[in-house]
């Protein structure tokens, strides 16, 4: 198993720059891609981004040249630096994790992070 502890966000001023932490823990496992996604009220789940264990990324249109994904494979974590936040980037943020346990490949989400942007 893999547990994911996100941390950061919270209430921040259009024009911030707070930065959103995910650590994977657990035992026997690798990890491949990362991501974040979020969830505006009453909105499906979309992408933001995310990053293969190569390093390639994928960026939301929304958010390309304000956020920034990036990966510490040392400890297991992904970040990401969010720039110029607008309030329409107010929602949940979900760090998502794949991951390989014993030969199998899991998902894992983490708790999701409340981000408020105020104007």
């Known amino acids: 198993q893999v547990q994911l502890v996100e941390s950061g966000g919270g209430l921040v001023q259009a024009g911030g720059s707070p930065r959103l932490s995910c650590a994977a823990s657990g035992s026997s496992f690798s990890i491949n891609a990362m991501g974040w996604y979020r969830q505006h009220a009453g909105k499906q789940r979309e992408l933001v981004v995310d990053i293969t264990s190569g390093g390639s990324t994928n960026y939301a249109d929304s958010v390309k040249g304000r956020f920034t994904i990036s990966r510490d494979n040392a400890k297991n974590t992904v970040y990401l630096q969010m720039n110029s936040l607008k309030p329409e980037d107010t929602a949940v943020y979900y760090c998502?994790?794949?991951?390989?346990?014993?030969?199998?490949?899991?998902?894992?989400w983490g708790q999701g992070t409340q981000v408020t942007v105020s104007s």
């Open positions: 998502k994790v794949k991951a390989r346990v014993r030969g199998y490949e899991y998902i894992y």
